[in-house]
């Protein structure tokens, strides 16, 4: 009879799982970082896609919209200048990487050298940014027919220095 054992004491289960408290814990937690994770990711997704115009498209809107500032008819014509002289040297920059818009024209004229732009193109530019020069500093006042050639030349440099796509 010694090998048998009286019955135990019924035993009181009040806080015996604390490791139980811990795993709700981490699932609330892993249940919060998902649905935060998941929102995140949907207004990802609701983000519209900006689409990337080229350096031509950027410099043809902006003649487009110095148009249509009709600063001529109001009789701001070095104003009109500046910013038609502005556009070729914004386009410049994005197409060639050129910083265009703290340089001279003849340090601009330079650099395009120096990396070796086809030498018709530079003179073009070059042409173009010294003419707009002779309004901006030396109070040169074009008739209506040279403005309008200016703004066709403008024009006429982006397409010409534009790369050609094959279709």
Known sequence: MNDIRPLKDVFDIKGAFPG????????I?????????FKKKKIAEAKPILIQKSPEGIAKD??????????????????YYIRLSDII??????????????????????????????????DNINDFLEDCDMVKFAKYT???????????????????TAPKTTA
């Open 20 to 27: 139980l408290r811990f795993i709700i814990l981490i699932l």
């Open 142 to 160: 074009p008739d209506k027919k040279e403005i309008e050639d200016s703004y066709k030349k403008a024009a006429e440099l982006i397409s010409i």
């Open 89 to 122: 040297r914004a386009y410049i920059e994005n197409r060639h990487k050129i910083s265009a818009m703290d340089r001279t024209t003849w340090e601009l004229y330079q650099e395009m050298r120096s990396k070796r732009i086809e030498r018709m193109r530079v």
């Open 29 to 37: 937690a892993l249940a919060i970082a998902a649905f935060i994770y």
């Open 62 to 79: 902006a003649l487009r919209l110095l148009l249509e500032m009709n600063l001529i008819e109001k009789g701001l014509i070095k104003e």
